[in-house]
């Protein structure tokens, strides 16, 4: 699956296929955000994310497919990674593979937030080299030495 991988940055013809893999209850569940996002909300937000410098996503696409996405964010204290896997290939193992790859083509120290009920991405983040470094505002925090 690795090698059918390939990471490409996001483009406005993005913008619909990510809203509804974020709308869709289960990644709501996990989100930081639970709230459903309007399309007016994220067309404004995806819109200044693709002109923005500190923040920067990814499609992670397996044979021409998009079967996920990445999200970098550049905050005072380190980088920030965020991940959603689409939710008609999870289960699979996209998760765990997209990140790898990431990793690989961008090597780095990294930081995740995750929710303590979200066992899928700290598994994700835990087999890639996260380690759980303590909690912040509630959520899990994964540092990744680089």
Known sequence: MLSSMTLRPAELKDSHQLLLWRNDPRTRDFSINTEIITPETHEKWFSDILVSDPVRVLVVETYGVPVGSIRRDFKNDGIYLSWMVNPEHRG????????????????????????????????????????????HEGLLLFCRAG
């Not at 193992?93 to 083509?105: H, K, N, P, S, T």
């Not at 066992?119 to 890639?128: M, P, R, T, V």
């Open 92 to 135: 699979r193992g996209i998760g765990e593979a997209m990140l790898a790859v990431f990793l690989r083509l961008n090597p780095g120290s990294y930081k995740a937030l995750i929710k303590e009920e979200n066992k899928a991405s700290i598994h994700i983040a835990e087999k890639c080299g996260f380690v759980r470094s303590g909690t």
